[in-house]
């Protein structure tokens, strides 16, 4: 499995494409299956049944008045909060099970995570918590209070994206962010359910939580350290458009 450590924060939508751009290259046979972990600038990505809601211009509204850049994600899912302050894990998969494979690919994606959380010390669980932001059954929580992390698919013929936003820093921010897009679509959530790794562990960084991240797939997949290739760059800037920031609002 190659290991992808490059971000694009100042082009969000690109760096989605790129995402998006190694699906399709992994499921082509062109490329090895992927781990990508990389950073962000504020944005909030959202999810196709967000934007078939009344209230969906006011959402992009609402995101950008926080100085978040509206996305269109890639995976499934509701709406979620990317900053300076978060992680993104994914997974790119070749994976014939299609659909099937669903659940599967959830479970064994929160099973690394909580073992990840945990060799820094928090005490990680899998589930979701009352009234999260983007619930999931596949959440990773700390103590089964606080969400810390979550993830979504995209599922293809052939293989699978499965890509999860890890909070470390600033709960808060994206607390006051998910309020207000949430309030906007309507959808009830509590946003005192958002955590981060911080406020469990006090002092770690990104990077130790990148480190501990990519150390517990090491420990089930072979890592090959890479770099994106022209291909795939090229690619991810054809798919770009597709990913925003919408129109709407």
Known sequence: MLLLRESFADRPAYDMAVSAALLQRVVGGEIAPALRVHRHRPAVAFGRRDALLPGYPAALRAARGHGFTPLERLAGGRAAVYHEGTLEVGEVL????????????????????????????????????????????????????VKLAGSAQRVVRGGAYVGTVVVVHGAARVAAVVRDVYRALEIDVDPETTGAIEDEVPGVTLSAVEDALVAAYARRFELEPATLDERTLALAAELEPRFGPPAAG
Do not use: H, K, W
Not at 94 to 123: Q, W
């Open 94 to 145: 070749a994976d014939p099970t299609g659909a099937t494979g669903l659940r599967d690919r959830f479970r064994d994606n929160a099973e690394l995570l909580a073992e990840a959380l945990g060799s820094l010390g928090v005490d990680a669980r899998i589930g979701e918590v009352p009234r999260e932001y983007c619930p999931g059954e596949f959440s990773v929580n700390a103590r089964g209070a």
